[in-house]
């Protein structure tokens, strides 16, 4: 040990590891190897693919060429990065590019994306089980009241008693459980939640080199599903877009992400030159046809939907995705029960033009009815606005309004008029009406 080190123990410790000879190849602190375990376990990789994802991690983020000299807390604290990022994805591939536009809003419902091999393990094992077990997946069976995992060439111990259903059980019937089994023996979930933002904008290079812009479904996974975005600004997003080769229409319009994607979201309007930013807000962006076709007047919502309404094999007509403008002429910021609404509350509004009354008058016709889904409610500030300050400000009637949403018809006595399913609203703060509250109209003021 050097004489100027021999006051120090953090270097007198690094130099005296050094010289000490390497009788025996270093193991992985138990809990980062059991973390990579378990990681192996709900993705279906091997271990060794896992373990070396860590390594080329903490490699890349934190600049750790060595992991044998660093200290056992701090790599087991780095699995907890690594793997919170990644635990809704594989570890290899994710193929994230960068694109650039405006959030517009979100989809009402949240789906499971892995409803599709659910259904066909159960619909596999149903129909063959010969063909089943050929997948490699699993049968659930009690043993000593204990679940085992029967698959073509094994029986697995879950450690799992069976006085509860298997944790990553899928139910066939009654108390019988399929399971998916990755190739190194483990059971595995195939749940994963999701909801659609809509996303107007492109690839970060498209967009700089063309300014060609789409709409797009950005699925945000599980707890993303419930957090809040910020819609009309713009920002950059890191994502995984629809491989080259695909020939499915709907997934061709997908941007993947996997939970914890909303707090990588950057908001900002650094990706366009300082004369072009006026161009990013939303009462240029969202409206003006040189940028895209999804802009329709209220007055003509009614040719909208007819002439680009689409009919499910139900019969069921639905309305295009458009963006628009109007001023608020009613609205009310209660909630009332909705049946058809995934936490049964909806909110309205109605919006009107000077175009719309000019060709309807003062009638019904004069303004569109607006529908509000809880989840857009609460993810989106849909009767908020936030002002030169960044705070959020509740706005009154008479507030002009950039709104995204799918056009619909609606009866009433005897006529059809046109509505608007609300996915997204952005208030411009210099066209809002801040709303004035009644004062304070507690009791116990008087006590």
């Given at each position: 040990?050097?004489?100027?080190?021999?006051?120090?123990?953090?270097?007198?410790?690094?130099?005296?590891?050094?010289?000490?000879?390497?009788?025996?190849?270093?193991?992985?602190?138990?809990?980062?190897?059991?973390?990579?375990?378990?990681?192996?376990?709900?993705?279906?990789?091997?271990?060794?693919?896992?373990?070396?994802?860590?390594?080329?991690?903490?490699?890349?983020?934190?600049?750790?060429?060595?992991?044998?000299?660093?200290?056992e807390d701090l790599l087991i604290d780095w699995t907890e990065s690594v793997f919170v990022q990644s635990r809704k994805g594989s570890t290899q591939g994710s193929n994230t590019s960068v694109w650039?536009?405006?959030?517009?809003?979100?989809?009402?419902?949240?789906?499971?994306?892995?409803?599709?091999?659910?259904?066909?393990?159960?619909?596999?094992?149903?129909?063959?089980?010969?063909?089943?077990?050929?997948?490699?997946?699993?049968?659930?069976?009690?043993?000593?009241?204990?679940?085992?995992?029967?698959?073509?060439?094994?029986?697995?111990?879950?450690?799992?008693?069976?006085?509860?259903?298997?944790?990553?059980?899928?139910?066939?019937?009654?108390?019988?459980?399929?399971?998916?089994?990755?190739?190194?023996?483990?059971?595995?979930?195939?749940?994963?939640?999701?909801?659609?933002?809509?996303?107007?904008?492109?690839?970060?290079?498209?967009?700089?080199?063309?300014?060609?812009?789409?709409?797009?479904?950005?699925?945000?996974?599980?707890?993303?599903?419930?957090?809040?975005?910020?819609?009309?600004?713009?920002?950059?997003?890191?994502?995984?877009?629809?491989?080259?080769?695909?020939?499915?229409?709907?997934?061709?319009?997908?941007?993947?992400?996997?939970?914890?994607?909303?707090?990588?979201?950057?908001?900002?309007?650094?990706?366009?030159?300082?004369?072009?930013?006026?161009?990013?807000?939303?009462?240029?962006?969202?409206?003006?046809?040189?940028?895209?076709?999804?802009?329709?007047?209220?007055?003509?919502?009614?040719?909208?939907?007819?002439?680009?309404?689409?009919?499910?094999?139900?019969?069921?007509?639905?309305?295009?995705?458009?963006?628009?403008?109007?001023?608020?002429?009613?609205?009310?910021?209660?909630?009332?029960?909705?049946?058809?609404?995934?936490?049964?509350?909806?909110?309205s509004f109605s919006i009107s033009s000077q175009a719309l009354q000019s060709n309807k008058g003062v009638g019904r016709g004069s303004e569109v009815f607006c529908n509000v889904g809880s989840a857009?409610?609460d993810l989106t500030n849909v009767f908020s606005f936030r002002d030169a300050d960044g705070e959020l400000m509740e706005y009154a009637e008479g507030t002009v309004l950039y709104l995204f949403g799918?056009?619909?018809?609606?009866?009433?006595?005897?006529?059809?008029?046109?509505?608007?399913?609300?996915?997204?609203?952005?208030?411009?703060?210099?066209?809002?009406?801040?709303?004035?509250?009644?004062?304070?109209?507690?009791?116990?003021?008087?006590?």
């Amino acid at each position: 040990m050097t004489e100027e080190n021999k006051m120090n123990p953090f270097m007198g410790m690094k130099e005296q590891q050094a010289m000490e000879p390497q009788l025996q190849v270093k193991e992985l602190p138990d809990e980062v190897r059991e973390r990579i375990k378990k990681h192996s376990e709900r993705t279906g990789e091997t271990y060794d693919d896992v373990k070396e994802y860590y390594l080329t991690s903490i490699k890349e983020i934190f600049s750790c060429d060595d992991w044998e000299v660093e200290d056992e807390d701090l790599l087991i604290d780095w699995t907890e990065s690594v793997f919170v990022q990644s635990r809704k994805g594989s570890t290899q591939g994710s193929n994230t590019s960068v694109w650039v536009g405006h959030f517009l809003g979100v989809d009402g419902k949240v789906g499971n994306r892995g409803e599709g091999l659910i259904n066909w393990l159960i619909r596999t094992f149903r129909e063959s089980p010969n063909d089943f077990f050929a997948t490699g997946n699993g049968h659930y069976e009690a043993k000593e009241g204990m679940w085992t995992i029967k698959t073509q060439d094994s029986v697995i111990d879950t450690g799992e008693s069976t006085e509860n259903p298997p944790s990553v059980g899928i139910n066939v019937g009654g108390n019988d459980y399929v399971a998916f089994v990755s190739k190194n023996g483990y059971a595995y979930s195939r749940d994963e939640m999701g909801r659609y933002s809509w996303f107007l904008g492109h690839n970060k290079d498209v967009f700089q080199e063309t300014g060609d812009m789409a709409l797009w479904r950005v699925d945000m996974k599980d707890d993303d599903t419930q957090r809040a975005i910020r819609v009309g600004e713009p920002c950059m997003i890191q994502v995984m877009p629809p491989k080259d080769d695909e020939t499915n229409d709907f997934r061709k319009t997908i941007l993947n992400t996997r939970e914890g994607f909303v707090d990588t979201i950057q908001y900002t309007n650094d990706f366009v030159d300082e004369d072009e930013k006026k161009l990013l807000n939303p009462s240029t962006f969202w409206v003006d046809s040189r940028f895209h076709d999804y802009f329709v007047p209220l007055e003509d919502f009614d040719d909208a939907f007819r002439t680009k309404k689409e009919v499910t094999a139900q019969g069921n007509a639905f309305g295009p995705l458009v963006t628009t403008k109007g001023r608020v002429v009613r609205m009310s910021t209660e909630s009332r029960e909705s049946e058809y609404d995934e936490d049964g509350r909806s909110y309205s509004f109605s919006i009107s033009s000077q175009a719309l009354q000019s060709n309807k008058g003062v009638g019904r016709g004069s303004e569109v009815f607006c529908n509000v889904g809880s989840a857009v409610h609460d993810l989106t500030n849909v009767f908020s606005f936030r002002d030169a300050d960044g705070e959020l400000m509740e706005y009154a009637e008479g507030t002009v309004l950039y709104l995204f949403g799918r056009v619909g018809m609606m009866q009433s006595n005897g006529e059809e008029y046109p509505k608007l399913k609300v996915m997204g609203v952005y208030a411009n703060p210099r066209l809002a009406r801040r709303r004035v509250g009644g004062g304070d109209t507690d009791t116990t003021q008087f006590r």
